[in-house]
């Protein structure tokens, strides 16, 4: 089964994908994420991308699809969820492309709606584990033991470079004039379900098992 979660920074993403891949072993592929193991590791696409996440702004179609093909080939068998891509017109073609050449065909899209006015506290107030990626919440998600990584025992956390109020502002206004316009391609195929993802993480992750189970 292959999946779409969509909804602007904040939304939950990231956090309902960790669910899924330690649930039902399913494989996230987060173009963020790639994207930030790419600046880190000094590619060629790390390089274009830097200055370009910094802003907020949109990395090239042409390095997002190529990094979800290389993820595809890499091996999904149980299964892909797309975290952050799509994220225009051109990236739905690419992913068409991308999926059909491999016989594979998308399943679902989730779209988590959310109360914008809520999601810059969620993602200013965002870190995570620097050692084993853990995702922690200033106010919603703190480990067990201040200061100690839940699942590593690691002490060391970091702050995404683009996590500021000034960037989401600009993420949040690419997310409603670029991004949102694709849930309309979706529908049009009738793979679209929208779930209110300003319940808690629990109440939202059990929304998303009974779509992915044929109940939601
Ligand atoms: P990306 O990394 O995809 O960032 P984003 O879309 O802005 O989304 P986030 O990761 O900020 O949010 P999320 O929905 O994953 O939320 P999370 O689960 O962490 O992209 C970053 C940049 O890379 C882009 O700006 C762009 O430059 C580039 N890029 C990436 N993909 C691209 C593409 N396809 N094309 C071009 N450029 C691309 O949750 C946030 C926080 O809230 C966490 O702390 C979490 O603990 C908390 N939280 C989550 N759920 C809840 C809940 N239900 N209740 C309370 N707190 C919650
Ligand atoms: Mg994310």
Same mark, same amino acid.
């Given at each position: 089964?292959?999946?779409?979660?969509?909804?602007?920074?904040?939304?939950?993403?990231?956090?309902?994908?960790?669910?899924?891949?330690?649930?039902?072993?399913?494989?996230?592929?987060?173009?963020?994420?790639?994207?930030?193991?790419?600046?880190?590791?000094?590619?060629?696409?790390?390089?274009?991308?830097?200055?370009?996440?910094?802003?907020?702004?949109?990395?090239?179609?042409?390095?997002?699809?190529?990094?979800?093909?290389?993820?595809?080939?890499?091996?999904?068998?149980?299964?892909?969820?797309?975290?952050?891509?799509?994220?225009?017109?051109?990236?739905? /073609?690419?992913?068409?492309? @991308?999926? *059909?050449? !491999? +016989?594979?065909?998308?399943?679902?899209?989730?779209?988590? &709606?959310? %109360?914008?006015?809520?999601?810059?506290?969620?993602?200013?107030?965002?870190?995570?584990?620097?050692?084993?990626?853990?995702?922690?919440?200033?106010?919603?998600?703190?480990?067990?033991?201040?200061?100690?990584?839940?699942?590593?025992?690691?002490?060391?956390?970091?702050?995404?470079?683009?996590?500021?109020?000034?960037?989401?502002?600009?993420?949040?206004?690419?997310?409603?004039?670029?991004? /949102?316009?694709?849930?309309? @391609?979706? *529908?049009? !195929? +009738?793979?679209?379900?929208?779930?209110?993802?300003?319940? &808690?993480? %629990?109440?939202?992750?059990?929304?998303?098992?009974?779509?992915?189970?044929?109940?939601?």
């Amino acid at each position: 089964m292959n999946i779409i979660l969509l909804g602007p920074p904040g939304a939950g993403k990231g956090t309902q994908a960790a669910r899924l891949v330690a649930e039902r072993g399913m494989v996230q592929l987060s173009t963020g994420d790639m994207l930030r193991a790419a600046v880190k590791a000094g590619t060629p696409a790390g390089l274009q991308a830097k200055a370009v996440m910094e802003r907020g702004e949109l990395v090239s179609d042409a390095i997002v699809s190529a990094l979800i093909g290389e993820r595809l080939d890499a091996g999904c068998a149980t299964g892909a969820i797309f975290d952050g891509f799509p994220r225009n017109g051109e990236q739905v /073609a690419a992913l068409d492309v @991308l999926l *059909e050449e !491999r +016989g594979q065909k998308l399943d679902h899209v989730i779209e988590l &709606e959310v %109360d914008e006015a809520a999601l810059i506290e969620r993602v200013v107030g965002r870190y995570t584990c620097g050692n084993c990626g853990t995702g922690y919440h200033d106010r919603f998600k703190l480990p067990a033991t201040e200061g100690v990584c839940d699942v590593c025992g690691a002490t060391e956390f970091k702050r995404r470079p683009d996590d500021n109020a000034e960037t989401v502002s600009t993420r949040m206004t690419i997310y409603r004039g670029e991004t /949102a316009p694709i849930l309309p @391609l979706y *529908e049009a !195929r +009738g793979l679209v379900t929208r779930i209110d993802g300003m319940g &808690e993480m %629990d109440t939202v992750g059990t929304h998303i098992a009974a779509i992915l189970d044929g109940e939601g």
